[in-house]
């Protein structure tokens, strides 16, 4: 069964400044990798997701995520962080075939201070 | 085009009641997940439906049930709620069966609270 661990339960960055959020996975294959953002009492919005290709992801928002397979890692980066971005981010993986449902880690907080 | 719908959007139940919750997919979404988000154990899969079918189901307790309706609405139920049933529940669709997770669009959730 596939896992996901976020090493960060809270981070703090200054506005302006880069972020790069961690995300380990554990999957007997090649993983369906996403990145949610949520913010306080709302749903799920997706910023980007990995299937197959290029390692290195576009998202939304100004985000990338790069998929390195030796290091099981899908790490989450922006190069300069703004105060809209305070939010709680989510890293997901699935199965590329099957009905195996999404795992989610168990989030990051950012906090952006001035 | 309009998004998922979560109806009731707050919910407060009293211990022993019953709960149903609602979603509503995007117009021509067929798959229908429900997870449960609390703070401590994060969120969690409930289940999954696809044209009227439960396709997989989560570690839940029986008393957690759901259903889909052939215009690809679903309903949860919680029976005999506890106290631990507080969470947020969100819901998400997407076009197809699978793999799950593929285009998910989800809910803004409905919050229970259960006193």
Redesign the interface.
């Known amino acids: 069964a596939q896992s996901v661990t976020q090493p960060d339960i809270h981070i703090t960055v200054s506005e302006g400044a880069s972020l790069e959020l961690r995300c380990n996975y554990s999957y007997g294959a090649t993983p369906?990798l996403?990145w949610?953002v949520q913010s306080p009492?709302?749903?799920?919005?997706?910023l980007l997701k990995y299937f197959s290709g290029d390692t290195l992801v576009q998202g939304i928002k100004g985000f990338e995520a790069e998929f390195k397979r030796s290091q099981s890692s899908f790490n989450l980066r922006k190069p300069s962080v703004h105060w809209s971005d305070a939010a709680e981010y989510?890293c997901?993986v699935?199965?590329?075939?099957?009905?195996?449902?999404?795992?989610?880690?168990?989030?990051t907080r950012l906090s952006v201070i001035a | 085009k309009a998004g998922?719908t979560?109806t009731p959007r707050y919910l407060i139940k009293t211990r022993g009641q019953q709960v149903t919750l609602s979603c509503s997919p995007i117009s021509g979404h067929r798959s229908v997940?429900w997870?449960q988000q609390t703070p401590g154990q994060?969120?969690q899969?409930l289940f999954?439906y696809f044209s009227e079918t439960q396709?997989?189901k989560?570690n839940f307790p029986g008393r957690f049930s759901g259903r889909q309706f052939s215009n690809s609405r679903s309903e949860m139920n919680v029976s005999t709620l506890e106290l631990g049933d507080s969470a947020l529940y969100?819901c998400?669709s997407q076009v197809g069966?699978?793999?799950?997770?593929?285009g998910?669009?989800?809910?803004?959730?409905t919050?229970l609270t259960v006193v």
Do not use: D, H, I
């Open positions: 369906y996403f949610y009492g709302q749903g799920l919005q997706l989510f997901a699935g199965a590329n075939s099957g009905n195996t449902p999404l795992v989610f880690g168990k989030g | 998922v979560q997940s997870y994060g969120l899969f999954e396709r997989n989560g969100l998400a069966a699978s793999p799950p997770g593929y998910y669009t989800f809910g803004s959730g919050r």
